[in-house]
């Protein structure tokens, strides 16, 4: 602020302005002295604003209007660890992701007008559309040797899906019903074969392989 702008005593309601560079400093005073510098406004312009019409110049006016979003977006990101402060700058990267992805949901908002959805669910539903297009971690055992077979052969006990024969049935030894892709491709399919995790009967392995790595199977 310009030092001579900060001397100046004002009675309540009035302003005094500088301006240089197409950046203008106010200082009013309303019940005690109120700063700004603006780079979007040329001159100040006095509005009446509120059910009292108190008097304020129109930058004062923009500026409590636009923080009432950003009060609501404080209030809404509080909740998440990521906003703690940090003093290492790489770890802020993440504070700006989280802004940016509050403000995506605040434009998806706008454009599905029909829809009602909590910022909770939608920051779920964007970690799970990307965590479908991630590999799968890798977690090595201790113990494992590096010689004989193959030492990732094991990795994928614990999160994998693998074909099994349907289990058989009082009636029937080998039992059969139709492939999940197949029917939704409008083929009457029959298989043997289904994924032991998902317990959906699927042709292996065209169909037990679409099925797991193509959305629109």
């Known amino acids: 602020m310009p030092k001579d702008l900060c001397s100046v005593k004002l009675k309540r309601g ?6 240089c560079n197409r950046i203008l400093a106010i200082k009013w005073k309303d019940k005690r002295d109120v700063y ?3 780079t979007k406004h ?10 009292n019409h108190t008097l304020k110049p129109s930058c004062i006016a923009e500026y409590n209007h636009g923080m009432n979003g950003i009060d609501l977006q404080d209030q809404i990101l509080a909740c998440f660890p990521v906003m703690r402060k940090y003093m290492k700058g790489y770890k802020k990267n993440f504070y700006l992701f989280d802004i940016g992805l509050f403000n995506s949901y605040i434009l998806w908002k706008n454009l599905n007008d029909g829809k009602k959805q909590c910022y909770v669910d939608y920051r779920i539903n964007i970690a799970e559309s990307r965590l479908m297009n991630m590999p799968k971690p890798i977690y090595r055992e201790r113990g494992v040797s590096s010689v004989g077979d193959a030492p990732d052969r094991l990795y994928a ?8 024969h349907i289990d058989p049935t009082p009636s029937k030894s080998r039992p059969s019903k139709r492939c999940t892709v197949c029917q939704k491709n409008k083929k009457r399919k029959e298989t043997t074969w289904e994924c032991k995790k998902c317990k959906v009967p699927l042709h292996v392995p ?6 797991h790595t193509v959305t629109d199977y």
Do not use: N
Not at 206 to 211: A, H, P, Q, V
């Open 206 to 211: 065209e169909c037990f392989e679409l099925y």
């Open 14 to 19: 009035e302003y005094v302005i500088r301006s």
């Open 157 to 164: 006990k614990d999160w994998a899906h693998f074909p099994k």
């Open 42 to 51: 040329e001159t100040v312009e006095i509005i009446s604003q509120g059910s």
């Open 36 to 38: 700004m510098m603006s």
